[in-house]
């Protein structure tokens, strides 16, 4: 990458998604730079999309260890078996003594990037819950073999985002590091140009932790124009839509929540405040018959002022959605209801 990048230094469009980058903190590269030492080297970048691995400074050198030395390996057979429903806490084996607040790599590569408006940090192997044809199936609770750099990506480095004054787009999926969103409130308060916002599985999946602080930024987000969020057990109430309510341009909305929930009223309140909203997809829990109660009371009262609105709402576990999804306009489910990438992409046929 580092000889690409003396080469073609006026790159604007970069996409190394789907890919591991590794930086290990080891005499034996050669001063090898890190990856995004490289990447600041292309001062003309607009987008940029990344494994979130990328970002990660290193293994330190005790989890190195753990890992590479015979002895461990060794003896492997020969430790005491742990006692039946005893829980014991060892960060060296549960957890890979990583640093997770180190955001050198990212600093050095947001300076070095000052014309960035496009930002992906996804994390490998991440997958979305909504399918394009095939009906929707329970996806892992905790992906098997995530990569251990990429869990090191956490609140320290989405604020630190905040540096990125053009930053227009920001895309942040698949990243179990984050716990409190805490970092999105600096991102939403020095970037006044974002216009359009997608979290997609940050954190355990096993609940949402970052409820309070996705609210506070939604408050923040006066210029949003599109909004994409894909979190399990998320809880569309009467606060969450009262928050979402202050991005008064808001345009496009989809919710995809597995074991989620929503607020019919608070619903229909919101679409009420939100007047250039013309997409609402919302594919969570509820009944069927919920769903389209709340779909025709939304396609009755505001078609007609808004003759490009498109409302979907549907049970995210119904047997039924791969038809729901086939009967959604190719053009919208490219847009914002089907997570991709945006940068360097095939443009859209016909963009909406």
């Known amino acids: 990458m580092s000889r690409l990048v003396s080469v073609c230094s006026k790159l604007q469009h970069v996409n ?8 290990e903190n080891t005499p034996g590269l050669d001063g090898e730079p890190h990856l995004c030492a490289s990447l600041s080297r292309l001062q003309h970048v607009r987008s940029l999309a990344l494994p979130a691995c990328a970002l990660s400074d290193g293994c330190s050198s005790r989890h190195s260890a753990a890992h590479t030395s015979p002895s461990s390996s060794l003896l492997r057979g020969l430790r005491k078996a742990p006692r039946v429903g005893l829980q014991v806490y060892k960060p060296s084996e549960s957890e890979p003594s990583l640093p997770r ?3 050198s790599g990212l600093a050095q590569l947001l ?4 014309l960035l408006e496009t930002l992906e940090l996804i994390g ?3 997958i979305s819950t909504l399918p394009r044809l095939e009906p929707c199936t329970r996806a892992c609770i905790e992906p098997r073999g995530m990569c251990a750099w990429a869990r090191c990506v956490g609140d320290s480095h989405v604020a630190a985002l905040q540096v990125l004054p053009r930053l227009r787009r920001l895309t942040l999926a698949g990243l179990p590091g984050i716990h409190k969103g805490t970092g999105l409130i600096p991102v939403a308060k020095h970037c006044p140009n974002l216009q359009a916002l997608s979290l997609a599985n940050l954190g355990c999946l096993k609940t949402m932790n970052y409820t309070a602080s996705l609210m506070d930024t939604l408050r923040l987000c006066t210029q949003l124009q599109e909004l994409r969020l894909e ?3 998320l809880s569309a109430n009467a606060s969450f839509f009262e928050a ?4 008064s341009r808001l345009k496009r909305l989809c919710i ?8 019919p009223v608070a619903t229909e309140t919101f679409v009420a405040r939100c007047p250039s909203l013309c997409v609402c997809h919302i594919f969570m829990g509820g009944t069927l018959v919920a769903c389209r109660t709340l779909q025709k009371v939304l396609i009755d009262r505001y078609s007609a002022a808004r003759p490009a609105l498109s409302v979907v709402i549907f049970p995210l576990q119904h047997e039924d959605l ?5 009967d959604t306009p190719l053009t919208l489910l490219d847009k914002i209801t089907l997570f991709q990438s945006r940068v360097a992409q095939t443009p859209l046929l016909a963009p909406w």
């Not at 995809?256 to 607020?263: A, L």
């Open 244 to 247: 979402l309510s202050c991005c």
């Open 101 to 103: 607040d180190s955001t």
């Open 256 to 263: 995809i929540s597995r074991s989620g929930t929503f607020d």
């Open 322 to 326: 791969a038809l729901v999804i086939r």
């Open 124 to 126: 490998p192997g991440f």
């Open 16 to 23: 190394l998604m789907h890919r591991h980058y590794h930086h």
């Open 231 to 233: 979190q399990p057990y």
């Open 111 to 114: 300076s070095g990037c000052p």
